[in-house]
């Protein structure tokens, strides 16, 4: 099981010495990849229920909109740290696909796919946040077979000489989108959520399942209506990438093992270091606890 970090990119503190600190400091203890998350926009109060607000012990609202907690463009921070790295994979935890445009976003992906070397991995999440939608001038309805739509979209881009794509959604009129990803067919896209709908866009066009604020007992029925999902369309588990956080949730070597056992393929820990110099000591201790000294990478599982 590998070892990955979602360190969030707050605007706040993200300098440039701060980013080129965490590029650095995960390519030197071997973290396997470098997740960023997306919210454009952060609101004081919201009628929308934050879906961490419960473990997080908050009253539905998003922790930090005051003091400026809006995180960096995923795709401007991880294009940063595409020239900084040579090894370490970057990734999105999550962007919200449906409030987005489909074709930049698919440029952006390959781009830094591109700048990367083949090192990119594209997280997508439906979203929560009627709010956000609405300031993004995207339709909260029918969000989930948007997403899909705008999914088959991008691979369209990705993959295609000349892209062509039409549902009731988008209408993708032929034309020729460059660069192409260097990964083939395309960078894996790694599909957020946790409702019967996500499991059956995931066995329908994903390449994994990224969750957060799930332990391994929680996540086990989840896994079987993914499982029969997958069932349905010939696939299997070991088809895609199992990607996990135990955020908010305290992690320790226990759980790790735990998250093995049901067979997460990357254990991701998630921290909000505020400075370069709390961060590199940070990444150094999470490393000393979690990564497996004879295998760089991956997880300590005892």
Known sequence: ??????????????????????GATAERLNFHTI???EHSVMFDQQESKYPMAESLGTDGNMLGAREGRVE???????AYLAGITTKVRLGTATIVMPQRNPVYTALETANVDWLSNGR??????????????????APFENRGQRSG??????????????????DEFYDLLPCRAYPKPVQKPHPPVIIAGHVPATFRRIAAQGDGWW???N??????????LLKAELGKKSRKMSDLAFVASPYPHKA???????????????????AYPETPESLEGLLEELARQYMDPNMPGMARLS
Do not use: H, N
């Not at 990119?120 to 001038?137: D, N």
């Not at 332990?215 to 079987?224: D, N």
């Open 1 to 22: 099981m590998k070892l990955g970090l979602l360190i969030p990119l707050i605007s706040r503190y993200a300098t440039p010495r701060f980013i080129r600190t965490l």
């Open 35 to 37: 997740w960023v998350g």
């Open 72 to 78: 960096l463009c995923p795709f401007t921070a991880l």
């Open 120 to 137: 990119m991995s594209l997280g997508v999440g439906v979203g929560w946040c009627k709010e956000e939608f609405q300031v993004m001038g």
């Open 149 to 166: 739509s705008y999914v088959e979209v991008m691979k369209r881009l990705w993959c295609d000489e000349v892209s062509a794509y039409k």
């Open 211 to 213: 969750t957060i604020d």
């Open 215 to 224: 332990t391994p007992e929680q996540l086990k029925p989840q896994l079987e």
């Open 252 to 270: 320790d070597l226990k759980m790790v093992q735990e998250y093995a056992e049901i067979g997460v393929t990357e254990f991701v820990l998630m």
